[in-house]
């Protein structure tokens, strides 16, 4: 008796573990939006009420400056009201929409990251203003501005602990997944290889005979009878 083992490879396996693995997980986690804690929906809620007041702030002492009596040169003075109209349209378009989106999603690592780079931008543009207004400016400018620069330089600074503590969590909630992947990975028995049989004692069938062709006779050849000479009379 011969036995021939085909085995099965076990990679074949690897998609029903996962789907086994996401099927452990809580329902609320399941769901397209999986609820957010009290805690961080009012951390940031406070966060960006900071950040609105803050947008307010500045836009009404960017309008206050009167750059125009700056004791400077006119590319200069160009150069700053290029940046008072570059943060303004960021306050007033580009921040509002950063803020809408993450107000819906408030644990959304895409739109908290969004947020910080505007802030950043934000902080680098109008740390040039503040030092331009001081340097060049009124004393009520330059003061006005710079308590503004301070709140957001604030601001950044929470949003960047918010951002830290956001990903750790995250970090800690993939590995967690890849533990239950594994942990079922060897928890499953690897499949029972397919057997075929091959009994060698099995009688063989007669192989059937091969019928003969009929060869046609070969043809005779046709003989041909002389004929008879014609009777003669005698005379």
Known sequence: MLNVISPLRWFCVLPFL???AAAQQAPSEQQAGAPVSYASVSQLNSLL????QNSQSIQADLGKLRIEHWKTDGNSKRSAEANVESIQRNLQTALPAIITQLRSSPEDLNASFKLYRNLDALYDVVGSVVEMAGAFGGKDEYQSLGNDFNS???TRRSLAERLD???TAKDSELARLRTQVH???AAVPPPAPKKIIVDDDEPKKPAPKKKSAHKPAAAKPATTTPAKPPATTPQ
């Open 152 to 154: 957001l330089e604030g």
């Open 183 to 185: 942990n079922l990975q």
């Open 165 to 167: 503590t956001l990903t």
């Open 18 to 20: 996962l789907a086994a």
């Open 49 to 52: 009420a900071q950040v609105e």
